[in-house]
């Protein structure tokens, strides 16, 4: 069986920089890596779903069968309280119902990072 010999850095000693950085999860190895905008290029044109929810509501069936025309479904949000903002199904903001000319919007008043709820 043919093996192919690849350099790999040093990851047990000290002297070698980038393997030490990656191991010790330096900040330094972390500020020679610049992001911008144009490193998300490829992705721009991926469509993505955007929903603004305004609270939700729990019944049976039967109460479900027994809505009509005029019938008001109460919410678990209070009159102004942060409504929630969906990308992909996915908590990425909070923020309030405002108008714009004759629709709804939304303002984002709140930026949920990952693993935050």
Known sequence: MATNDV???DLGHEDSG?????????ASAEAEIKRTAQDL???FDVPVTVSAVLGKSSMEVSQLLKLGRGTVVELDRKVGEAIDIYVNDRL??????V????????????IIKAGQS
């Open 41 to 43: 290029e490829a992705v």
């Open 92 to 97: 990425v903001a909070r923020g309030e119902v």
């Open 18 to 26: 980038v393997g030490a950085a990656l191991l010790n999860n330096d």
């Open 7 to 9: 350099d790999l850095p």
């Open 99 to 110: 108008l714009v000319e004759d629709r709804l919007g939304v303002t984002m008043t709140e």
